[in-house]
Nanobody
Framework: QVQLVESGGGLVQPGGSLRLSCAPS????????MGWYRQAPGKQRELVAV???????NYADSVRGRFTISRDNAKNTVALQMNSLKPEDTAVYYC???????????????WGQGTQVTVSS
């Protein structure tokens, strides 16, 4: 099982910035898409941003222009730079990757345990 380690969450004032990072804890044969989801209290988990292995990016309308997703293929890491944060961005943010742990594995989705982001004055 691939474990994803997230970091960078915390408390920030409205208008502030945070940077989330995520990496698998061990080796992985292939990573396809990488992304971030979030879940606010009482709401369903929603896509925030995704980046393909070729570098194509897609964002939720609510964060486009404020958030930037990036990946480092050499280090197998994915980051989410969040600027101009709003109280409605408060949620637990989850990292996810699609890939194979070993060459003989099927493609699977792996998830991190989540990191809390709170935007409040």
């Amino acid at each position: 099982q691939v474990q994803l380690v997230e970091s960078g969450g915390g408390l920030v004032q409205p208008g502030g910035s945070l940077r989330l990072s995520c990496a698998p804890s061990g080796s992985i044969f292939r990573i396809n898409a990488m992304g971030w989801y979030r879940q606010a209290p009482g709401k369903q988990r929603e896509l925030v941003a995704v980046i393909t292995s070729g570098g194509s990016r897609n964002y939720a309308d609510s964060v486009r222009g404020r958030f930037t997703i990036s990946r480092d293929n050499a280090k197998n890491t994915v980051a989410l730079q969040m600027n101009s944060l709003k109280p409605e961005d408060t949620a637990v943010y989850y990292c996810t990757i699609n890939g194979r742990r070993f060459w003989y594995d099927r493609e699977s989705d792996y998830w991190g345990q989540g990191t809390q982001v709170t935007v409040s004055s």
